[in-house]
């Protein structure tokens, strides 16, 4: 079993920045890929980005040049460092990791909420 929890969500006006983390513990063994989510009021749940465990990374249009994701493997432990922050950005934040058994994302934290001010 893979726990995932996330941090670092809060209240910052447009244009601030903010770092979100998620540990990992567990079975981490099980895991390759991690990624973020996010879903704002009334929308579909969204992928934000994407780091495979040799580092490769992949972030949606709407937030490329602004977010950065990146994973510190020794301290079992993903980020999200978000700048330039606008209020569409407002959402619950979700970590997620992919199974190596089913190449799915099987494990997902608790979400932390993230909201842009205008």
């Known amino acids: 079993q893979v726990q995932l929890v996330e941090s670092g969500g809060g209240l910052v006006q447009a244009g601030g920045s903010l770092r979100l983390s998620c540990v990992v513990s567990g079975s981490i063994f099980s895991i390759t890929a991690m990624g973020w989510y996010r879903q704002a009021p009334g929308k579909e749940r969204e992928l934000v980005a994407v780091i495979s465990s040799g580092g490769t990374t992949y972030h949606t249009d709407s937030v490329k040049g602004r977010f950065t994701i990146s994973r510190n493997n020794a301290k079992n432990t993903l980020y999200l460092l978000m700048n330039s922050l606008k209020p569409e950005d407002t959402a619950m934040y979700y970590c997620?990791?992919?199974?190596?058994?089913?190449?799915?994302?099987?494990?997902w934290g608790q979400g932390t909420q993230v909201t842009v001010s205008s």
């Open positions: 997620a990791a992919t199974s190596r058994a089913t190449m799915k994302d099987d494990y």
